[in-house]
């Protein structure tokens, strides 16, 4: 069974440019998460997922951050603009639910480098 | 708000040595606790879930452990190996402002020397 995947692995761009990164979650799992992790630290949430609602986006950095998962299924992330300190890396992790008792399953992430 | 310590930041062992990684917690209202092992470049891997009601997990050679009332859990990594060497993260889920949220600490970095 295919895990989380996610593209593209790696972007560099230069600040004040948009970018985008998707995700298709392991088939069936209905919650999906973005999830940012700077270097040396430990991912931060970004956006939970139920099903197309965002349900949890109390992380997302709005005025720059914008995410969607129309269909319920795969979704992609976006920064509009980039600046200096987005340079990260941006996972993607899903789960059957939001239970307590669900694992969330992690993609490789995208990482991302602005200069 | 939770925040989650893992010590030491980063650990160097001979192979074959046993080993032990440390996560401390501050709010023990959790749901359950996991442990993640990271390679670089490369996404988070599931090691073990412990559900609050647990005590303690095994898989393997790993064990991990759950004192929710003292906040701490400890992964223990027997006979360890160079393929062992990862960074080793452990996320606590607790409930939030709109559902349950994994918590993480910062790692520990661990290598393993042939």
């Known amino acids: 069974e295919a895990g989380v995947v996610q593209s593209p692995r790696y972007k560099i761009i230069e600040k004040k440019q948009p970018v985008a990164f998707w995700c298709n979650p392991i088939s069936g799992h209905n919650t999906l998460y973005w999830y940012l992790q700077n270097l040396g630290q430990g991912p931060e949430l970004l956006i939970r997922y139920e099903n197309e609602e965002a349900v949890d986006d109390s992380q997302l950095p709005k005025d720059r951050f914008s995410a969607e998962r129309l269909k319920g299924v795969d979704s992609t992330l976006k920064i509009q603009p980039a600046e200096l300190g987005d340079s990260a890396v941006y996972l993607c992790a899903s789960s059957l639910g939001q239970g307590s008792y669900n694992e969330q399953f992690f993609g490789p992430g995208t990482r991302l480098t602005v200069l | 708000k939770q925040e989650v310590t893992q010590i030491p930041a980063a650990l160097s062992v001979p192979e074959g040595e046993n080993l032990v990684l440390n996560c401390s917690f501050t709010?023990?209202?959790?749901?359950?606790l996991q442990w993640f092992r990271q390679d670089p470049g490369k996404g988070l891997t599931s090691l073990l879930l412990i559900q609050s009601s647990q005590r303690e997990q095994t898989s393997g050679r790993l064990n991990a452990s759950l004192d929710k009332s003292s906040g701490r859990s400890t992964l223990y990594i027997a006979a360890s190996q160079p393929g062992d060497s990862a960074t080793y993260l452990c996320a606590v889920r607790r409930r939030g402002a709109s559902g349950s949220r994994l918590t993480f600490g910062e790692g520990t970095q661990l290598t393993v020397n042939p």
């Open positions: 709010d023990s209202a959790i749901y359950n």
